[in-house]
């Protein structure tokens, strides 16, 4: 089993930035893609950013095309989210997962079986 504990969320002023981290312990998760989704109150979980195995394959969801980077640090057993040119919008909880299987990053959740509890991002205008 593997554990996935996010940090970094909090409230910053449209245009900031926030750094998200994810740690991950019980096992490693280096020949799997992970990724980084958010969720609003009564909305569904949608997928924000994906990174492959190896620190290859990137890929993003349109509305944070630009503005959002994610990386990895299999070293370190982390995963990072830098989130620039915040929006209102962006306001979410964040969450973390990791793939069990695939190698490359997927954008529909069902490919994601390992999830951390989230961070509470509030972006103000």
């Known amino acids: 089993q593997g554990q996935l504990i996010e940090s970094g969320g909090g409230l910053v002023q449209a245009g900031g930035s926030l750094r998200l981290s994810c740690a991950v312990s019980g096992r490693t998760f280096s020949g799997n893609a992970m990724a980084w989704f958010r969720q609003v109150p009564g909305m569904e979980r949608e997928f924000v950013a994906g990174i492959g195995a190896n620190r290859g394959q990137t890929r993003y969801a349109d509305s944070v095309e630009g503005r959002f980077t994610i990386s990895r640090d299999d070293a370190k057993n982390m995963v990072y989210l830098q989130m620039s040119s915040l929006k209102p919008e962006d306001t979410a909880v964040y969450y973390c997962?990791?793939?069990?299987?695939?190698?490359?990053?997927?954008?529909?959740?069902?490919?994601?079986?390992?999830w951390g509890q989230g961070t509470q991002v509030t972006v103000s205008s």
């Open positions: 997962a990791a793939s069990g299987l695939y190698t490359l990053a997927a954008k529909y959740r069902s490919a994601y079986p390992y």
